[in-house]
């Protein structure tokens, strides 16, 4: 049972392929126990309307290209955080209070573990884009998943702002979900951030390790 990569010369058809299978069971099981289970369905459903977007996106984009099993695998696992997330609102989160009781952290940190993931598991997939659908060179593949995470982050805490002072105030708290910071956006932002780069640079030394020459040609 293959397992593609960015750089694998071919892919294996939907109807064909376990491990598309398997990410779409997953996250939909995931995704269906966070309905049920949902204490607050007003911020359930705002925080999953970029959820379906991006599911638009990746059924679109999958006519025209077709992402790896290693990137579908990553969007998957950064799906799943965030519906979790969604489930009981990132401030309240249960494995958040978990992290905080087991490090002795002053405040549950589950929005900043998916911001980080944002950034660290979403760098690998855009690379690819770049290279492999649209051929961009190779160093403009490398450092525009980094300046494109670094923007969306900035956008998506516009968009906060917006949903709890302009159009949700009554939902405003729970999606923000500061818990008192007063930094917690520009926090936000550089976690992101910071896990682009280390996406991207620990990519680049398994390259280096292995002597993997990529190539736009799929």
């Keep these: 049972m293959s397992f593609t990569i960015a750089i694998s010369p071919t892919?294996?058809?939907?109807n064909k392929n376990p491990?598309?299978?398997?990410?779409?069971?997953?996250?939909?099981?995931?995704?269906?126990?966070?309905?049920?289970?949902?204490?607050?369905m007003n911020n359930w459903l705002l925080e999953n309307t970029l959820t379906?977007?991006?599911?638009?996106?990746l059924i679109i984009s999958f006519k025209?290209?077709?992402?790896?099993?290693?990137?579908?695998?990553l969007i998957c696992v950064y799906l799943c955080l965030h519906v979790y997330g969604a489930k009981y609102t990132y401030a309240e989160n249960p494995f958040g209070y978990w992290l905080k009781d087991y490090m002795g952290?002053?405040?549950?940190?589950?929005?900043?573990?998916?911001?980080?993931?944002?950034?660290?598991?979403l760098a690998y997939p855009m690379r690819e884009l770049f290279l492999k659908w649209v051929k961009y060179p190779n160093m403009v593949a490398w450092v525009?998943?980094?300046?494109?995470?670094?923007?969306?982050?900035?956008?998506?805490?516009?968009?906060e702002w917006a949903v709890a002072d302009l159009f949700f105030p009554a939902q405003g708290d729970a999606y923000l979900g500061t818990q008192g910071?007063?930094?917690?956006?520009?926090?936000?932002?550089?976690?992101a951030f910071l896990g682009a780069i280390l996406a991207t640079?620990?990519?680049?030394?398994?390259?280096?390790?292995?002597?993997?020459?990529?190539?736009?040609?799929?």
Excluded: C, M
Excluded at 11 to 14: A, D, G, N, W
Excluded at 201 to 218: G, M, N, P, Q, R
């Design 181 to 191: 910071d007063i930094w917690d956006a520009q926090k936000d932002i550089f976690l």
């Design 19 to 40: 491990w598309l299978w398997a990410f779409l069971s997953v996250f939909t099981i995931i995704w269906i126990s966070t309905l049920i289970g949902t204490n607050d």
């Design 64 to 73: 025209k290209y077709q992402f790896s099993d290693l990137s579908y695998l």
């Design 201 to 218: 640079t620990i990519v680049s030394l398994v390259k280096k390790a292995f002597k993997i020459h990529e190539s736009k040609k799929d």
């Design 105 to 121: 952290w002053e405040r549950n940190h589950y929005d900043r573990i998916v911001h980080f993931s944002f950034g660290f598991l």
């Design 144 to 159: 525009l998943p980094i300046e494109i995470t670094l923007s969306i982050s900035g956008f998506y805490e516009l968009i």
């Design 52 to 57: 379906v977007l991006f599911f638009v996106f």
């Design 11 to 14: 892919r294996t058809p939907f």
